[in-house]
């Protein structure tokens, strides 16, 4: 499936330079025509050989221009942030309903209007990713630093 989602970067997405490289990224690890996948920053940091404000920037880019949607209410594998291509999901999803009559169906591109299909939360499961509940708290936030030990060196 990622393949597809891709694809559909390559050949449907405005976004540029970095922009770019991080939604193929993403779209690299698409499992499914959900057309959701986890990353870290860091990870992508890794993929792109971009810094990390320029990784944090790309995404917010994205975001805004509706390219890529973050999942709040989903975790991936080990708190990572859970991504979604809404046009890919959107054309997956034409592409599925128009074949299914007309294997030979010529798909045009989604439309603001052609809706995105809800989510399966038990597949997405399947993939590593959860809902994000309010019983697993953000290790970062309300905790106190480890205390220093003092290390005698004679």
Same mark, same amino acid.
């Given at each position: 499936?990622?393949?597809?989602?891709?694809?559909?970067v390559w050949e449907h997405s405005?976004?540029?330079?970095?922009?770019?490289?991080?939604?193929? =990224?993403?779209?690299? /690890?698409? !499992?499914?025509?959900?057309?959701?996948?986890?990353?870290?920053? $860091? %990870?992508?940091?890794?993929?792109?050989?971009?810094?990390?404000?320029?990784?944090?920037?790309?995404?917010?880019?994205?975001?805004?221009?509706?390219?890529?949607?973050?999942?709040?209410?989903?975790?991936?594998?080990?708190? =990572?942030?859970?991504? /979604?291509? !809404?046009?890919?999901?959107?054309?997956?999803?034409?592409?599925? $309903? %128009?074949?299914?009559?007309?294997?030979?169906?010529?798909?045009?591109?989604?439309?603001?209007?052609?809706?995105?299909?809800?989510?399966?939360?038990?597949?997405?499961?399947?993939?590593?990713?959860?809902?994000?509940?309010? =019983?697993?708290?953000?290790?970062?936030?309300?905790?106190?630093?480890?205390?220093?030990?003092?290390?005698?060196?004679?």
């Amino acid at each position: 499936m990622s393949k597809d989602a891709r694809e559909w970067v390559w050949e449907h997405s405005s976004s540029r330079g970095t922009a770019r490289l991080v939604l193929l =990224s993403i779209a690299d /690890r698409v !499992p499914d025509e959900q057309c959701v996948a986890w990353a870290s920053i $860091a %990870s992508l940091m890794q993929r792109t050989n971009a810094s990390r404000n320029a990784v944090r920037s790309a995404l917010a880019t994205l975001v805004n221009s509706g390219e890529l949607q973050t999942l709040d209410t989903f975790i991936g594998p080990q708190r =990572s942030t859970v991504y /979604r291509l !809404p046009g890919t999901s959107a054309q997956l999803a034409k592409a599925a $309903a %128009s074949t299914k009559d007309d294997p030979e169906a010529i798909v045009e591109p989604p439309t603001a209007s052609d809706p995105v299909p809800e989510l399966d939360g038990n597949r997405l499961r399947r993939h590593g990713i959860r809902p994000r509940d309010g =019983s697993d708290p953000d290790p970062r936030k309300g905790q106190k630093p480890a205390p220093r030990t003092v290390v005698n060196r004679r």
